[in-house]
């Protein structure tokens, strides 16, 4: 019912900044939340920010002070603004969000994945 489509992923030196986007088409009008997640080659699957409803705004320690999670309900579209970024934040970032359906049953939806690269 739902896709997500993520961009705004490349390469930046480290202190560099990137705004990744998920932007979201089909049945988006009953959003209940949205992560962004991480995943670097050989290590797990890391929480990097995560927003609510309500707009309520959780980030993981690593990135605390440094990324920004953001939605913009006209445009369907979370984003992740980072800033100030060093080596360890290549990952690919994932995106996932969730959505009511008619009966208040929550379903969740992930993109395909952004390549962040931090390096010299």
């Known amino acids: 019912q739902v896709q997500l489509v993520e961009s705004g992923g490349g390469q930046v030196q480290p202190g560099g900044s990137l705004r990744l986007s998920c932007a979201a088409s089909?049945?988006?009008?009953?959003?209940?939340?949205a992560v962004w997640y991480r995943q670097a080659p050989g290590k797990e699957r890391e929480l990097v920010a995560t927003?609510?409803?309500?707009?309520?705004?959780y980030y993981g320690d690593s990135v605390k002070g440094r990324f920004t999670i953001s939605r913009d309900n006209a445009k369907n579209t979370v984003y992740l603004q980072m800033v100030s970024l060093k080596p360890e934040d290549t990952a690919v970032y994932l995106c996932?969000?969730?959505?009511?359906?008619?009966?208040?049953?929550?379903?969740?939806?992930w993109g395909q994945g952004t390549q962040v690269t931090v390096s010299s």
């Open positions: 089909g049945s988006t009008s009953s959003f209940n939340g």
């Open positions: 996932n969000a969730a959505f009511l359906d008619g009966l208040g049953f929550v379903y969740d939806y």
């Open positions: 927003i609510t409803k309500e707009g309520a705004t």
